[in-house]
C-alpha cells in the first residue's frame, strides 16, 4: 500500500514552493500597488473601497529570496497573496516605498511553529529611510493548524480520523493492511498572520520602509508576504456619551472591564446616550451583550477590545467549553436585540483551535434593524456570525482577518441585509457565507466586498436560501477545497428558491484542487448534494482570471449523482482569463445557457462535459444550450465548438492541466 509522504519534513524548515528562489532586487524599487496581486485596473470597480494601499513584497526591493508561484496546499507561496513572497534569513530586508502619504502600516507575514507547536515569537525592525527604528513583535502563537478537521496544534500528532479516506495513500487507514504510515506534520496550513503599526509620524510618497530581520533572530525565517500602508486619521471624539472610564474601564488592558462595559451600556440606555470608548487597550473575557445601544470607538487604530480565551467551568447550554471578547446580540429564541449599532474599534481574541461548538465570535446572535461599520476584528473563531430569523442589518467598511473559520456568516433566516465594502483575509474557512439552515436566508446582498486567501473552503459561499445577490466582490487565491464563488445544495440548507444572482465580480486564481474528489473545482463552483438546484440562478457580468482549473464548475455528489440535478443555470457577459483545463466542467444531470461568454488562454477541451457517468448512446446527461456570441478557447480551439453541443460526452476525469499565462487588460 502506498505511504503518504509528508509536505514538510520538520516544523520550522523552509517551506519554499519548488518553483522559484530567485533574490529580488537589492537596490530601491519603484512602488507596485496591486489590489489582490493584480493591476488595479484589471479589478476597477469591484471589491471593497479600503483606506490602504497593498504592495506585494515579490516587487518591493530585498536581498531575499522570492517563493513562488507554487499552488499546491501546505506551501507557504500557495497561501500568499498571488501565491509568492519574501523569505528572510536573519539579517536580511525587504524594502517598500511608499506609494502615498502614511503614518500607518499593515505587514502580513509568517514565521515558523515550535517544534511542538503553539507558536514561537521573533522581532522584525521596522525603519524609514533608515530611521525612527521599531520593533514588531511577531507571533505564529495563532497560526499553524494540521491535521484533519476539525485541525490541531499539535505538529506530531497521528490522524485525527483514522476511519477517514485520505488522499496521500489513496485508503482508509483504519481498515487499511498493512497501515500505511503518514508523516507528520500532517497537512500544516493557515500559516500566515498580520500586524498593524502606527509609526508616529506621517511619511512622504517616495519614503522607504524597510522590515528586517534581525541578526539575532530566534526565527530561522521571516516570509513577509505584503505590507499595506495608509494614512490614519486622527482619534474620533465623542464628549456626549456614555464614555466607558467613567464606568471603570482601564484603558492600560491591565484590568478586566467587561463589567464597566456592562455599566456604561445601561446607564447609556437609560439617558438615551451612545456609549464612547476612548482610545486605549480594554480587556475584555467574555460577551458584552448589546441591544437597543450604539457604542462607538475612536476608530480601529486607537480602541483596541482585546479578549482572552477563557476555558467554562462546565459546558454552555449551547455547547460552548470558551468564551471569549465578543458583542452578541440576544439570540432569535430569546428574542433577539435590535437597533445596535456598532463602530470604530478593532476587537481581538485569543482563539487558536477550531471548536465549532464554541461561541467565541466578534459578533454573533441576533441583532435586526442594526448597523456595524468601521470594526478590525482578528484572532477570533468567527468574525460575525448570526443566528436568525433577524431582519435588516448592514455590515459596512469592516476589516476581518486571521481568523479559525468564516470571516462572517448568516446563518438561518436572515433577511433584507447588506454586506458592502469589507475586507477580509486569511480565513479558515468560507470568507462570506449564507447558510440557510433550516431557514431561508432572503433578499440579502453581498455587494463590493474583497475576500483573499481563504485557507479551506470557499470566498464567497451561499448555501440555499431565497433571492439573493452577489455583487461587484474581487475574490482571489482560495487555497483548497473552495472556490472563489460557491453555490451549494447541502449542509442541510432549505432550497434555492426564487433568485440568486452573481453579478459582476472578479474571481482570480481560483478552481482550487478538491482534496477529497483529487479533482480541480472552478472558478465558481455549483454543487448538488442535498437536494435538485432548480431555482433562477443568473451568473453576468462575473471575470474569472487566471483559473487553477476550470473556470465553472457544475457538480453533484457520487453517491447522489441519479438522484439529483442541477437545471436552468445562466451564464452571460463573461469574461474568462486563463484555465488551467476547461471552461465548463460539467458532472452532473441537467444544464445551462450561456450567451456572450468570452474566453481566451484556455487549457483544455472548452467543455469537458461528463454528465453523471453514464455514457449513454444518447449523449451526456448534462446539456449545453448556445444563445450566441460565445467566443474565444485556446488549445483545442473554440471553447464552445457546435461538435461539443449540445451534450457530447468530452469527459476527461482528470486533465493535464496548462499554467495560464498572466491576467492582461481585454
Not at 216 to 226: F, P, Q
Not at 548 to 568: F, P
Not at 595 to 618: K, L, M, Q, W, Y
Request: hydrophobic share 40%.
Amino acid at each position: 500500500m502506498a505511504v503518504a509522504s509528508a509536505t514538510v519534513a520538520a516544523v520550522g524548515l523552509s517551506l519554499v514552493g519548488s518553483a522559484g528562489t530567485a533574490n529580488a532586487a537589492t537596490t530601491g524599487a519603484a512602488p507596485v500597488v496591486t489590489r489582490a496581486a493584480l493591476d488595479p485596473a484589471l479589478v476597477a470597480g469591484r471589491g471593497a473601497a479600503v483606506d490602504f494601499l497593498e504592495q506585494e513584497a515579490e516587487n518591493a526591493a530585498t536581498n531575499g529570496t522570492v517563493i513562488g508561484p507554487d499552488r499546491a496546499a501546505y506551501t507557504l507561496p500557495a497561501e500568499a497573496s498571488g501565491r509568492k513572497a519574501v523569505k528572510l534569513a536573519p539579517g536580511q530586508h525587504v524594502e517598500f516605498t511608499l506609494p502615498a502619504a502614511a503614518n500607518a502600516i499593515t505587514v502580513r507575514y509568517s514565521i515558523p511553529d515550535a517544534p511542538n507547536g503553539g507558536g514561537i515569537q521573533a522581532p522584525l525592525n521596522v525603519t524609514v529611510n533608515g530611521k525612527n527604528k521599531q520593533v514588531m513583535t511577531l507571533t505564529s502563537e495563532f497560526a499553524w493548524l494540521y491535521n484533519q478537521y476539525p485541525f490541531s496544534n499539535d505538529p506530531t500528532a497521528g490522524l485525527l480520523h483514522e476511519d477517514w479516506w485520505i488522499t496521500e495513500c489513496a485508503c482508509v487507514p483504519a481498515f487499511t493492511d498493512p497501515k500505511p504510515v503518514i508523516s507528520t506534520p500532517f497537512r500544516p496550513m493557515h500559516f500566515y498572520d498580520e500586524q498593524r503599526l502606527l509609526l508616529g509620524k506621517t511619511y512622504q510618497a517616495g519614503d522607504k520602509v524597510r522590515l528586517t530581520v534581525p541578526a539575532g533572530s530566534n526565527a530561522a525565517w521571516t516570509v513577509i508576504d505584503l505590507l499595506d500602508s495608509e494614512l490614519v486619521g486622527k482619534p474620533h471624539v465623542r464628549l456626549v456619551a456614555a464614555n466607558v472610564l467613567a464606568f471603570g474601564a482601564d484603558p492600560t488592558g491591565r484590568r478586566e472591564s467587561a463589567d464597566a462595559f456592562d455599566r456604561a451600556i445601561a446607564f447609556a440606555k437609560k439617558w438615551n446616550l451612545k456609549v464612547y470608548v476612548p482610545p486605549g487597550v480594554y480587556q475584555v473575557n467574555r460577551h458584552i451583550v448589546v441591544d437597543d445601544v450604539t457604542i462607538e470607538g475612536a476608530g480601529s487604530w486607537y480602541t483596541v477590545i482585546k479578549g482572552k480565551e477563557v476555558a467554562l467551568g462546565e459546558p454552555a447550554e449551547d455547547g460552548s467549553v470558551h468564551t471569549g471578547v465578543g458583542f452578541y446580540g440576544k439570540y432569535a429564541e430569546d428574542g433577539g436585540s435590535s437597533n445596535v449599532h456598532l463602530s470604530g474599534f478593532t476587537i481581538q481574541g485569543d482563539v487558536r483551535e477550531r471548536i465549532d461548538t464554541d461561541q467565541v465570535n466578534g459578533i454573533g446572535g441576533a441583532l435586526s434593524d442594526s448597523t456595524i461599520e468601521g470594526l478590525y476584528i482578528r484572532h477570533t473563531k468567527v468574525g460575525m456570525w448570526f443566528d436568525g430569523p433577524m431582519d435588516s442589518i448592514t455590515i459596512k467598511n469592516n476589516i476581518i482577518v486571521d481568523q479559525i473559520a468564516d470571516a462572517l456568516n448568516f446563518r438561518k433566516g436572515v433577511t433584507n441585509s447588506l454586506v458592502q465594502h469589507n475586507f477580509i483575509r486569511n480565513t479558515g474557512d468560507d470568507g462570506l457565507a449564507m447558510w440557510s439552515d433550516g431557514v431561508a436566508d432572503a433578499n440579502n446582498v453581498y455587494d463590493h466586498n474583497t475576500v483573499q486567501t481563504p485557507t479551506l473552503a470557499n470566498g464567497i459561499a451561499i448555501y440555499g436560501g431565497t433571492n439573493n445577490t452577489v455583487s461587484n466582490n474581487l475574490v482571489a487565491d482560495p487555497i483548497r477545497e473552495g472556490s472563489g464563488l460557491h453555490a451549494g445544495s447541502r449542509f442541510g440548507a432549505t432550497a434555492f428558491d426564487g433568485y440568486l444572482k452573481f453579478t459582476d465580480n472578479t474571481v482570480v486564481r481560483a478552481g482550487t484542487y478538491e482534496l477529497n474528489w483529487n479533482i480541480g473545482l472552478g472558478a465558481i463552483w455549483i454543487y448538488a448534494l442535498d437536494k435538485t438546484i432548480d431555482a433562477d440562478i443568473q451568473v453576468t457580468g462575473d471575470h474569472y482570471l487566471d483559473s487553477t482549473y476550470n473556470a465553472i464548475m457544475m457538480v453533484s455528489e457520487w453517491g447522489v449523482k441519479d438522484l439529483v440535478q442541477i437545471r436552468g443555470v445562466k451564464f452571460k457577459d463573461l469574461r474568462i482569463d486563463g484555465t488551467g483545463t476547461s471552461v465548463l466542467s460539467g458532472r452532473v444531470e441537467g444544464g445551462a445557457s450561456f450567451e456572450n461568454v468570452d474566453a481566451r488562454n484556455v487549457g483544455a477541451v472548452g467543455i469537458n462535459n461528463c454528465g453523471s457517468f453514464h455514457f449513454t448512446p444518447a449523449g451526456s446527461e448534462f446539456v449545453v444550450t448556445d444563445l450566441g456570441g460565445n467566443d474565444g478557447g485556446g488549445t483545442t480551439g473554440p471553447w464552445m465548438a457546435s461538435w461539443e453541443l449540445p451534450n457530447t460526452i468530452t469527459c476527461d476525469d482528470r486533465p493535464p492541466v496548462v499554467v495560464p499565462p498572466a491576467p492582461s487588460p481585454w
